[in-house]
C-alpha cells in the first residue's frame, strides 16, 4: 500500500529481457536503504526488490505488467518516481494507492501557468465511470486531483514543489503515463454493478 507521495527519483542505469519479462537496475538516493523482498513503487507500478547495493537497485518486469504499463518503454536514462510502501503508524498524505496499474493514459496537452502547470490526458473510455471531478488519481504513482472531466479526459494540476520533485517535468504531449484509479471508487463501482 502506498500514498502516491514520492519519496526519491530514480534513474534507470540499464534494462535486460529475459525470456519476456524486462529486468530494470535503477540508481536512485534511496537504493541504500532498501532490503531484497521489498515492495516499491516505481512510477506507481509495485514492484518487488530482487538485489540492492549502494546507489542501486534491482526490479523485474513480468510481461502482464509489460502489456498494462510503460514500463516496456522505459530505457537507460528514464527518470522513475520512487515511494517505499506505506508504514502503518504514518500519516495518509496522499490518498489509499496499492501500485496495480489499471491502464496508461496519454499527455494531450501541457501548460506551465504562473507558478503551476496543468496536465489533459486521455484515457480509456471504459475507466470513465471511475473519473470524478476532485478525484483522486496516481499518475506514474504521484496523487494528484483531477478536475476538468470529459469523458475520456481529464486534466490535473501540479505545484511547484510537484513539479521539482517528481518525474511530471518531463511528462509533455505523447507521453504515456501510467494511471491508477481511486480504490475506494472502483470497489464502489463493483458493488453497484
Not at 502503518?88 to 501500485?99: A, E, K
Request: aromatic share 8%; net charge negative.
Amino acid at each position: 500500500m502506498f500514498t502516491g507521495i514520492i519519496e526519491s527519483l530514480g534513474q534507470v542505469q540499464s534494462v535486460e529481457s529475459k525470456g519476456s519479462n524486462r529486468i530494470f537496475h535503477i540508481a536512485s538516493a534511496i537504493s541504500r536503504e532498501l532490503r531484497i523482498d521489498q515492495s516499491v513503487s516505481h512510477d506507481g507500478v509495485c514492484l518487488t526488490v530482487e538485489a540492492c547495493n549502494d546507489n542501486s537497485h534491482q526490479v523485474t518486469a513480468i510481461e502482464e505488467t509489460l502489456e498494462k504499463t510503460n514500463l516496456g518503454d522505459w530505457r537507460p536514462g528514464h527518470l522513475v518516481n520512487l515511494e517505499r510502501c506505506l508504514v502503518m503508524n504514518g500519516r495518509l498524505d496522499g490518498h489509499i494507492v496499492q501500485g496495480h496499474v489499471d491502464s496508461t493514459a496519454i499527455c494531450l496537452e501541457s501548460n506551465a501557468l504562473d507558478g503551476s502547470w496543468e496536465y489533459t490526458f486521455q484515457f480509456p473510455k471504459k475507466f470513465s465511470h471511475l473519473v470524478i471531478e476532485k478525484g483522486s488519481i496516481s499518475l506514474n504513482g504521484t496523487s494528484l486531483t483531477i478536475f476538468n472531466v470529459k469523458k475520456t479526459k481529464f486534466t490535473v494540476a501540479v505545484i511547484p514543489y510537484t513539479y521539482e520533485h517528481t518525474s511530471i517535468s518531463k511528462v509533455v504531449p505523447g507521453v504515456k503515463v501510467n494511471i491508477e484509479f481511486d480504490m475506494i471508487g472502483k470497489y464502489v463501482s463493483r458493488l453497484l454493478q
